[in-house]
């Protein structure tokens, strides 16, 4: 498996609250992005990163914000969470090299 | 904006049989991809495809691309019960590493 860890696995939060989801690689892999997952839409991408600090919205952004400071950390905020933001969130992984993606284990976040 | 369908969306077969699952998509790329997630588990490469014509097979499955007609393709030949999953198809927009998902075949093999 490639080296991906998302933290925290599972999470209950409640609406209004702020909530970060970390992704940490070992591979070194240059580009780093966030997905989630409904039923019915498949993954959507809502932000990626293509190096330190150099990052860039996908198809469903709002409400979300992320940051890169350092290259093996990807981090994702929901700055005020809504009860639309429950899914799964996934944490991907790809170098030009490689041209396929790597996905992490997947977080289940539950907003009440 | 960037359109990636697939067909069908749940697919029920009977182990022995063969279908294809079919992945279009309205952009340009060379690069098509085809995972496969397990229940409750993360996804899984299962092909890489990168230039017209390309075909690759492993096991019972088959997958190409026709990049002229924007489609790729899913084999399953003489369908075993462990291959029931989801399998999505994934575009490389503009091969600049930003990976665009279809909504995924949901495949139920019964025996």
């Not at chain 1, 490689?98 to 009440?112: D, H, I, K, M, N």
Request: proline share 3%.
């Amino acid at each position: 498996d490639a080296g991906i860890t998302q933290s925290p696995r599972h999470k209950v939060t409640e609406t209004g609250t702020p909530v970060t989801l970390r992704c940490h690689q070992t591979e070194n892999h240059r580009y780093m992005y966030w997905y989630r997952q409904d039923p019915g839409h498949g993954l959507r991408l809502i932000h990626y990163s293509y190096g330190v600090k150099d990052t860039d919205k996908g198809e469903v952004s709002d409400g979300y914000s992320v940051s890169r400071s350092k290259t093996e950390d990807f981090l994702l905020t929901l700055e005020s969470a809504t009860s639309s933001q429950t899914s799964v969130y996934f944490c991907a992984i790809s170098e030009r090299a490689l041209p396929e993606a790597f996905f992490g284990q997947g977080t289940r976040l539950t907003v009440v | 904006e960037l359109k990636v369908e697939q067909n069908p969306l749940f697919l029920s077969m009977q182990e022995g049989k063969n279908y294809t699952i079919y992945c279009n998509y309205s952009t340009t790329s060379d690069r098509l991809y085809w995972y496969r997630q397990d229940p409750g588990k993360s996804l899984e490469s299962l092909f890489v495809l990168l230039s017209n014509g390309a075909v690759k097979q492993e096991g019972r499955l088959m997958a190409s691309l026709d990049t002229k007609a924007r489609l790729s393709t899913l084999h399953i030949t003489a369908a075993v019960h462990d291959l029931s999953a989801t399998y999505f198809c994934a575009v490389d927009k503009w091969a600049g590493n930003q990976f665009y998902f279809g909504t995924g075949t949901s495949l139920t093999v019964i025996p």
